[in-house]
């Protein structure tokens, strides 16, 4: 008998590859919490029926999203999430959630910044029933406890008391995810963008075209919420402000209809926050991430866009007159209404004129270049 644990090895990333031999003494343990985050993002004896691991949903062949939907199926083979998993990629890279000094909320984790910290957030998926399922975290740590890797590991890690409290061992698992997720397999600056920045690639005349129109606040509203740096050149741009914005998302019908849920039900976004009360935050969520956004969709917060254009051409209607322009390309009929008129951030949304399909196309090919490189193939038409 044995038990083989493989990390991303296995997808050619180079972190290590576990082989234990139950027979062949005291299994060798993971060197650093990183290598044993990485182990425990991939095992799905974390989940109730042991199906599901954080790597299910945050598929590393992906962008370490989810490509199976707009939203996620659990544990159990009938739940369905609410929400579009997002990539985990960059994560690490937002703010604790806080208070501004203008009192604008930031940062943080998942769609309504609830968790606070990359640990927290690791630390959600195994207890939501709708997800992994675990009933409590002595459950997860006695699902921790049957595999020797970590029998030895914890200890050596976090001390020899860890396993005393389940809820100690509980918190060093999320602080071992959380580690791997702040490697460089998470956020690479790798891609076409990042290359052109370091004068290793040359955009097209259209991607060109479309950097130029992203970082315009004349021409676009894209960097408004979309742009951390102060620079246009900064080597380490996320393209997210980390605010909570209420772009005026339509209702996606389908996937209520998935779960079940009464057509016209609001999702409150930052209002479901535990830590927010105010309700003229109802209907904002926190900006995403553009990196890998050309092979992450769908998109949106409750992945009702498949395309990427679509993205585009549905922030354009803001600003056309045109009764064209108010037609989403992927049903036919009229973009649907926003479910929180009264939180809408019209002032961002109507910053600029409206784009002609040159433009739109332009855009469309920059945000393709933010795709790192190992993910480069996912590419439409590539």
């Not at 479901?272 to 991430?289: C, H, I, L, S, Y």
């Not at 917060?301 to 045109?322: A, K, M, P, Q």
């Not at 973009?335 to 739109?360: C, M, N, S, W, Y």
Request: with cysteine.
């Amino acid at each position: 008998m044995f038990f083989r644990l493989t990390g991303l090895a296995a997808l050619g990333l180079g972190a290590a590859v576990f082989v234990i031999a139950a027979t062949a003494g005291d299994p060798p343990a993971p060197a650093s919490k990183a290598a044993l985050g990485e182990l425990l993002f991939h095992d799905t004896n974390l989940s109730a029926n042991r199906t599901q691991s954080c790597a299910t949903c945050h598929d590393p062949g992906f962008a370490f999203a989810d490509p199976r939907g707009m939203a996620s199926p659990g544990d159990n083979g009938v739940s369905l999430g609410d929400r579009n998993a997002p990539t985990a990629m960059y994560a690490a890279l937002s703010p604790a959630f806080h208070r501004t000094e203008d009192g604008k909320w930031k940062g943080g984790q998942f769609l309504d910044g609830r968790a606070a910290t990359l640990a927290d957030q690791a630390g959600g998926p195994p207890l939501n029933p709708i997800e992994m399922g675990m009933p409590d975290k002595p459950a997860v740590v006695a699902r921790l406890r049957e595999n020797p890797v970590y029998q030895t590991a914890f200890p050596q890690l976090f001390g020899a008391a860890v396993w005393e409290d389940a809820d100690t061992a509980y918190a060093a698992m999320t602080q071992a995810i959380a580690a791997f997720e702040e490697t460089k397999i998470f956020a690479p600056f790798d891609s076409k963008y990042d290359r052109f920045l370091r004068g290793e690639a040359e955009l097209t005349r259209e991607e060109e075209l479309g950097r130029l129109l992203f970082f315009s606040e004349q021409f676009t509203n894209c960097n408004l919420c979309h742009q951390i740096g102060r620079s246009q050149m900064d080597p380490r741009e996320t393209f997210t402000d980390y605010l909570f914005h209420n772009i005026g998302v339509p209702e996606n019908t389908a996937l209520r209809a998935q779960n079940g849920v009464a057509p016209g039900t609001v999702d409150h976004g930052l209002l479901a926050n535990p830590q927010v009360d105010d309700a003229t935050e109802r209907g904002k969520f926190r900006t995403p991430t553009l990196r890998n956004v050309a092979v992450t969709g769908p998109y949106m917060h409750n992945g009702v866009f498949e395309d990427l254009r679509t993205v585009i051409l549905f922030y354009n209607r803001y600003n056309s007159l045109s009764p064209a322009r108010q037609i989403n390309p992927e049903t036919g009929a009229l973009f649907g209404l926003p479910q929180v008129p009264d939180t809408l951030a019209a002032k961002e949304l109507t910053h600029g004129p409206a784009l002609d399909d040159e433009r739109i196309d332009a855009l469309l090919a920059f945000l393709r270049t933010l795709t790192d490189a190992r993910y480069e193939h996912l590419l439409p038409g590539d």
